[in-house]
């Protein structure tokens, strides 16, 4: 049994940085895939980003976040991290990571994952 924890949410005012974690337990980054999600009110939830160990992070960002939103992880910690600068109002989300077991040799997407963490919330607001 594995458990994803995020963690780092909270409210920040418009121009401000926040790094989320999401920590695996349980299991290790060499057996399961990470991606950062984020879902908004009345919204769909949108992929972010992934850590795939072997092929590293995955670049393709929605352009909602490119260039201010950055994934990295710490193997040895078994954690994903999400950095994100810049912040914009429409970025307030609950942000979410999933796994996806390498056996799939791809990114867990929206509607293919092994499991999810609880989330956590990011306001942006002045």
């Known amino acids: 049994q594995y458990q994803l924890v995020e963690t780092g949410g909270g409210l920040v005012q418009p121009g401000g940085s926040l790094r989320l974690s999401c920590t695996l337990s349980?299991?290790?980054?060499?057996?399961?895939?990470i991606g950062w999600f984020r879902h908004a009110p009345e919204k769909e939830r949108e992929e972010i980003s992934c850590?795939?160990?072997?092929?590293?992070?995955?670049?393709n960002y929605p352009d909602s976040v490119k260039g201010r939103f950055t994934v990295s992880s710490d193997s040895a910690k078994n954690t994903v991290y999400l950095q994100m600068n810049n912040l914009k109002t429409e970025d307030s989300a609950v942000y979410y990571c999933?796994?996806?077991?390498?056996?799939?040799?791809?990114?867990?997407?929206?509607?293919?994952?092994?499991?999810w963490g609880q989330g956590t919330q990011v306001t942006v607001s002045s």
């Open positions: 999933a796994a996806l077991h390498k056996v799939f040799s791809t990114c867990p997407s929206v509607k293919k994952a092994n499991g």
């Open positions: 349980g299991y290790t980054l060499h057996t399961y895939n």
């Open positions: 850590v795939w160990e072997e092929v590293g992070t995955t670049t």
